[in-house]
């Protein structure tokens, strides 16, 4: 896995890239975590574009800064789910607590 | 292609060994009328089930084993995963959706597992281990529709 991240608008914008399972949750979390600590950001946009797979273990990780950011009255806006990803993401119930948008454009846009 | 097929993988248990196991599970059963998006779903139940053992079964001990047992017969596909680790006391509980022993988990490898197959068995005995058995059927599956999707 590979990750990116840049911030526009108050959002942090993390691209990840690969397979999200249990070798980088890890390493996903605590970068995750440093970015949140650091950056004066209030909401989060993951762009799933360029993830193939990802399973209840890279969910537990979003599950985990949703809590944090909505805490303090962010949101969670999720981005370029493939099929199979958003097979996983609408069975876990986190498609139904977050925002999704076909593309991270079409989101920053309409985030207030 | 013969009726009947077999295969078996044992891998240390290292969270590493996720992809590979996952890739090399769904290309066994890609031989028969699986379509892409069944495909994935055996590469979740694997994730999730290989992840259990590794994390829960083992702590995340590095040195300990898991295996990987897959049979085709016919339309049919069968999995077992399987870990010589620290069991399950309360396998109801343990597979109730949410039902997690540790913090920052949904919960969910069991939820999954159930979802994407037609069977699930788990058999676990407190300090020997846990078996994890899955069935799928790629019965309903024309030649054509696996081609095309
Ligand atoms: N191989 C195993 N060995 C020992 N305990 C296990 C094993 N597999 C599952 N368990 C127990 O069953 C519980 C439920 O497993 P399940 O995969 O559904 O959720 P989880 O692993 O806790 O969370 P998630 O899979 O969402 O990250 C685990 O928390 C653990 O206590
Ligand atoms: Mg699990």
Known sequence: MQLHTSIENHTLVINLYGDIDMSVTENLRSTLEEKLDNEPVSNLLIDLSNVEFIDSSGLGVILGRYNRITRSGGKVILTGLKPQVRNVMELSGLLRIMEEYSSTGEALSNIS | ?????QLTIEFSSLSENLSFARVAVAAFASQIN???????????????????????????????????????????FH????????????????????YSTSEERMGLGFVFMQSFSEYMNIDSVPEKGTKVTLSKSAASNTEKNYVTN
């Open chain 2, 1 to 5: 292609m013969a009726t009947s097929n």
């Open chain 2, 34 to 76: 699986f379509t892409m998006h069944e495909l994935e779903e055996i590469k979740v139940m694997v994730s999730e089930a290989v992840s259990n053992s590794i994390t829960h079964g083992y702590n995340n001990s590095p040195d300990e084993k898991v295996k990987i047992n897959a049979v085709i017969q016919g339309q049919n």
């Open chain 2, 79 to 98: 999995l077992e995963i399987e870990d010589y680790g620290c069991g399950i006391e309360d396998i109801e509980q343990a597979m109730e959706p949410a």
